[in-house]
């Protein structure tokens, strides 16, 4: 299990380096996001995989549907013992029981290594899941985040966090992702607390 980043300290870092932040560090509590443990990795990555372009609801049933059928958590053997059939029974759509199936056959030939995941970066971590199909960028940042609770993650991707961004600095546009990292520099080493609070 992966530990519990010191939060607090990293607020008071923020509070230091990043005094734009410090409105919103003394509005909310401290954080309490919690790394997951590794058996929910799987599950985690699939819920990125089949919630894609899809309404919140749409997506919770279809892993609700899944669950039921492979069990919880999800692993990459029962996917793969599954029939492509089985897969589109609950709800999928053939395109995305395919990235489901491509990604379990990648966790289970050791192409995907989730039970190391805690001992690489988030580059070799990023390297691996880029090239299964169906994880995109702003999944796998949004999983090292989150699920990892890795201090130092900028999701360029997220529009939500853009946006935010745009306010907190009082730009005239969303930043693309080149001036997002320019205005989150001093952020570092906490730059997923700093995204947290917005």
Request: charged fraction near 25%.
């Amino acid at each position: 299990m992966l530990k519990t980043p010191d939060w607090a300290a990293g607020a008071e870092y923020l509070r230091e380096h990043a005094s734009e932040l410090i409105p919103l560090i003394d509005r909310f509590p401290v954080c309490e996001l919690k790394p997951e443990p590794q058996e929910k990795y799987f599950g985690t990555l699939v819920t990125g995989i089949v919630s894609q372009q899809l309404p919140p609801d749409v997506s919770l049933q279809l892993l609700k549907n899944l669950g039921k059928f492979l069990g919880n958590p999800l692993q990459p053997q029962a996917v793969l013992d599954a029939s492509m059939e089985d897969l589109c029974e609950q709800g999928l759509v053939k395109q995305k029981a395919e990235y489901l199936k491509s990604f379990a056959e990648a966790v289970v030939a050791g192409k995907v290594t989730i039970e190391n995941f805690s001992e690489m970066t988030d580059t070799e971590i990023t390297k691996q899941l880029v090239q299964i199909r169906g994880l995109g960028q702003w999944t796998i940042e949004m999983f090292l985040l989150l699920a990892l609770c890795r201090t130092d993650v900028v999701p360029s991707a997220d529009f939500i966090f853009k946006k935010e961004l745009k306010e907190l600095k009082g730009l005239n546009d969303i930043p693309k992702r080149g001036q997002i990292m320019i205005l989150t520099e001093t952020w570092r080493p906490w730059s997923s607390l700093g995204v947290w609070y917005l």
